[in-house]
């Protein structure tokens, strides 16, 4: 299986300021055929299901603010929030969707400072 | 609107089975494939499965901690799909949530709200 490890493990921001969040993973997740990074990032806000926020390490879901965009390849990833709003204190969680099983990182919760 | 809906959790003793069911509505369901994610109260995501489409065989796949305990199905027909769950365990408590995606290799882009299920005697 492959270990997807992030840090930190929580973190606080002041409004308007960056977060970042790195995602490791245990394999390498860049395909060199279609030169895809097969990682995805996630939300999950208090009392809500997850929703998809990046996927191809990079390419933003329809809807999404800009302030948030992942960077990154093969094994090392970051999600940047890049202007922290109240709306974004929630749990993010990366995802490997290389093999199965489609592990996650244990999440890393981000409050407002 | 994509929509996906669980629904037959509950209380549960440990050994016992329980059926939980997705049903699915606003876009064609038989070109997606379906997966299951669970979270302990207080935990983190864990995958637990997923099933691709019949054009791919429909054959899932489960994680190891519950291969040979839950079996996924689907009924393209009713556009629904089931976590049959055996054997269950008191670690097997949490939120399970199903998630669709276009296939293996492919993110999981819409989530359902939840059923939570409680394995306790």
């Known amino acids: 299986d492959i270990v997807m490890t992030q840090s930190p493990d929580s973190l606080a921001v002041s409004l308007g300021e960056r977060a970042t969040i790195n995602c490791k993973s245990g394999?390498?997740?860049?395909?060199?055929?279609?030169?895809?990074?097969?990682l995805a990032w996630y939300q999950q806000k208090p009392g809500q299901s997850p929703k998809a926020l990046i996927y191809?390490?990079?390419t933003r879901e329809s809807g999404v603010p800009d302030r948030f965009s992942g960077s990154g390849s093969g094994t090392d990833f970051t999600l940047t929030i890049s202007s922290l709003q109240a709306d974004d204190v929630a749990i993010y969680y990366c995802?490997?969707?290389?093999?199965?099983?489609?592990?996650f990182g244990q999440g890393t919760k981000v409050e407002i400072k | 609107e994509v929509q996906l809906v669980e629904s037959g959790g509950g209380l549960v003793q440990p050994g016992r089975s329980l059926r939980l069911s997705c049903t699915a509505s606003?876009?064609?369901?038989?070109?997606?494939?379906i997966s299951w994610v669970r979270q302990a109260p207080g935990k983190g995501l864990e995958w637990v499965g997923f099933?691709?489409?019949?054009?791919?065989?429909?054959?899932?796949y489960y994680a190891a901690s519950v291969k040979g305990r839950f079996i996924i199905s689907r009924d393209d027909s009713k556009s629904i799909a089931y976590l049959q769950m055996n054997s269950l365990k008191p670690e097997d408590t949490g939120v399970y949530f199903c998630?669709?995606?276009?296939?293996?290799?492919?993110?999981?882009?819409?989530w359902g709200q939840g059923t939570l299920v409680t394995v306790s005697s």
């Open positions: 394999q390498d997740l860049l395909y060199t055929s279609n030169n895809k990074n097969y």
């Open positions: 099933i691709p489409t019949k054009t791919y065989g429909a054959t899932p």
């Open positions: 998630t669709r995606l276009v296939g293996s290799g492919w993110p999981h882009d819409y």
């Open positions: 606003g876009f064609t369901y038989g070109d997606y494939a």
């Open positions: 191809w390490a990079s």
């Open positions: 995802q490997q969707y290389w093999s199965p099983p489609y592990t």
